[in-house]
């Protein structure tokens, strides 16, 4: 499933979640806008990708994904706030952050966007979730799983 998490550029991320599921349907399944629809359960190995526009320093120094110019901003607990409830208990799958910056920690921070929300996926769905993000820009489609773009969250 791809998640847009972005309202004020749907140019830059609906369209592009739009363009990727036609492009791959047998990889990301259904695409959904946050906010704005009922977000369907994921399912157990079913792997979430997260689109939307990123930086490592938020309004309050932590990272943060959402709009790119107004004012929709989540740090990672606030994000998993708003989506836990389509994480089922047991979650086995990888969840996909294509945003700018998910994988860079912020300025003088020791983790990024992408290892905060591992935190909390890890803790209350599954230990077994994988979490990735995108070091510097991102363009273009949402990557495949298997593409090297891919920063896996370290949380050693």
């Given at each position: 499933?791809?998640?847009s998490?972005?309202?004020?550029?749907?140019?830059?991320t609906?369209?592009?979640?739009?363009c990727?599921?036609?492009?791959?349907?047998?990889?990301?399944?259904?695409?959904?806008?946050?906010?704005?629809?009922?977000?369907?359960?994921?399912?157990?190995?079913?792997d979430?990708?997260?689109?939307?526009?990123g930086?490592?320093?938020?309004?309050?120094?932590?990272p943060v994904?959402?709009?790119?110019h107004?004012?929709l901003?989540?740090?990672?607990?606030?994000?998993?706030?708003?989506?836990?409830?389509?994480?089922?208990?047991?979650?086995?799958?990888?969840?996909?952050?294509?945003?700018?910056?998910?994988?860079?920690?912020?300025?003088?921070?020791?983790f990024?966007?992408?290892?905060?929300?591992?935190?909390?996926v890890?803790?209350?769905?599954?230990?077994?979730?994988?979490?990735?993000g995108?070091?510097?820009?991102?363009?273009?489609e949402?990557?495949?799983p298997?593409?090297d773009?891919?920063?896996?969250?370290?949380?050693?």
């Open positions: 499933m791809i998640l998490v972005c309202r004020d550029d749907l140019k830059g609906w369209e592009v979640a739009k990727s599921l036609h492009a791959h349907p047998d990889v990301f399944h259904s695409a959904h806008l946050v906010f704005e629809s009922e977000v369907p359960m994921l399912g157990v190995n079913e979430l990708y997260v689109i939307a526009h930086a490592s320093i938020g309004d309050e120094g932590k994904i959402g709009d790119a107004d004012a901003y989540l740090d990672a607990p606030t994000f998993w706030e708003n989506v836990k409830n389509i994480f089922p208990e047991g979650y086995q799958a990888s969840v996909y952050v294509s945003a700018c910056e998910s994988a860079d920690p912020g300025p003088g921070l020791d990024s966007f992408t290892e905060m929300f591992a935190v909390y890890k803790s209350e769905r599954s230990v077994n979730c994988r979490v990735y995108h070091k510097g820009s991102v363009g273009g949402i990557p495949l298997d593409e773009l891919w920063i896996e969250a370290d949380l050693a």
